[in-house]
C-alpha cells in the first residue's frame, strides 16, 4: 500500500465512526467522599486511593474506547479484499488488538493490588492490634488480597465481580493470547498462523504435536472484549462500595 491508501483507510475508519456513534460507557473520577481535612494518620489512604482510583478508570475506559475502536476497524475490513486488508490490520489494528488482549488482566492486577493496600490501611481502625505486615508490593497476589479484605462486608461481591475480569474462558476464547504474549508466541490478528510444534509432557514421557493455531479473528474478539469491559466496569462500581464502607468506619461518618 502507498502512503496515500493508508491515510484513506484512516479516513473511511472515522466516517465509519461517524455513522455508529453508540455511546461509550465511561467512569467518571469524581466520586470520592472524604473529608476535606485528612488526620495524618489516613494520609496514606487517602493517597493510595487518589491514585489507584484514577488509573483503575483510566485503563477502564481505555478498554472500553479502544475495544469500540476495534469495532470500526472489523466494519472496514469488510470493505477491502484480503490483500489491503493485510496492511490494515499491520498498520492499525494489531497494535490496538495486543492493548486490548492484555488490559483485562492489567485491570484484574491493578484492583488487586488496590484492594489489598486500602483494606490493609483501613484494618488498622476496624481491627485490635493490627500488624502492618502485608506483603511487598511486589507479592501482592490474589491470596494477599483475600486475607486483608475478607473481613468487609462489601468484599464478597467485589471479589465475584473481579472473577469474570479475565477469566478462564477469555483466556480459552482468545487462545491464552496475554500469556503467551509474554512469555512464548501468540495467536496472530486476522492473518499467520503460529504454534507450529508442541512439546509436551505426560507422566514423564515427552511427546511433539505439529499443527497450528489460527490467527484472532476481529469479528470474535470484539465481543469478548465487550463483556471483559462489562465485568471491569462492575468490579469497579463493587469497589466503590467496599471503599465507601471503609471509609464510613475510618472517619466514623
Known amino acids: 500500500m502507498e502512503e496515500v491508501d493508508f491515510v484513506e483507510a484512516y479516513k473511511e475508519y472515522?466516517?465509519?465512526?461517524?455513522?455508529n456513534r453508540s455511546s461509550v460507557k465511561l467512569l467518571k473520577y469524581d466520586w470520592i467522599n472524604m473529608p476535606s481535612s485528612i488526620p495524618i494518620e489516613w494520609m496514606v489512604y487517602?493517597?493510595?486511593?487518589?491514585?489507584?482510583?484514577?488509573?483503575?478508570?483510566?485503563?477502564?475506559?481505555?478498554?472500553?474506547?479502544?475495544?469500540?475502536?476495534?469495532?470500526?476497524?472489523?466494519?472496514?475490513?469488510?470493505?477491502?479484499?484480503?490483500e489491503k486488508n493485510i496492511y490494515i490490520v499491520n498498520e492499525f489494528i494489531e497494535p490496538l488488538a495486543t492493548l486490548c488482549l492484555n488490559l483485562p488482566y492489567a485491570i484484574r492486577g491493578r484492583f488487586i493490588f488496590s484492594v489489598s493496600h486500602l483494606s490493609h490501611q483501613a484494618n488498622m481502625k476496624r481491627i485490635e492490634n493490627w500488624k502492618d505486615n502485608l506483603a511487598s508490593d511486589n507479592s501482592i497476589d490474589f491470596k494477599a488480597m483475600e486475607k486483608v479484605s475478607k473481613q468487609w462486608d462489601a468484599y464478597p461481591e467485589f471479589r465475584s465481580s473481579l472473577s469474570l475480569l479475565s477469566d478462564s474462558d477469555f483466556s480459552e476464547q482468545v487462545h491464552n493470547f496475554r500469556n503467551k504474549y509474554h512469555h512464548r508466541y501468540p495467536p496472530r490478528v486476522e492473518f499467520g498462523q503460529t504454534q507450529m510444534v508442541t512439546r509436551n509432557i505426560e507422566n514423564g514421557n515427552v511427546s511433539y504435536d505439529f499443527g497450528y493455531i489460527e490467527p484472532l479473528q476481529v469479528s470474535k474478539m470484539v465481543p469478548l472484549l465487550e463483556t471483559q469491559h462489562r465485568a471491569a466496569?462492575?468490579?469497579f462500581r463493587k469497589y466503590q462500595t467496599l471503599v465507601n464502607e471503609q471509609i464510613a468506619v475510618i472517619f466514623d461518618t
Open 46 to 82: 487517602s493517597q493510595y486511593l487518589n491514585e489507584h482510583s484514577q488509573e483503575l478508570v483510566n485503563s477502564i475506559n481505555q478498554l472500553a474506547v479502544s475495544t469500540r475502536k476495534l469495532r470500526i476497524w472489523q466494519k472496514l475490513l469488510e470493505n477491502h479484499d484480503e
Open 233 to 235: 466496569y462492575s468490579s
Open 14 to 19: 472515522w466516517k465509519i465512526l461517524k455513522e
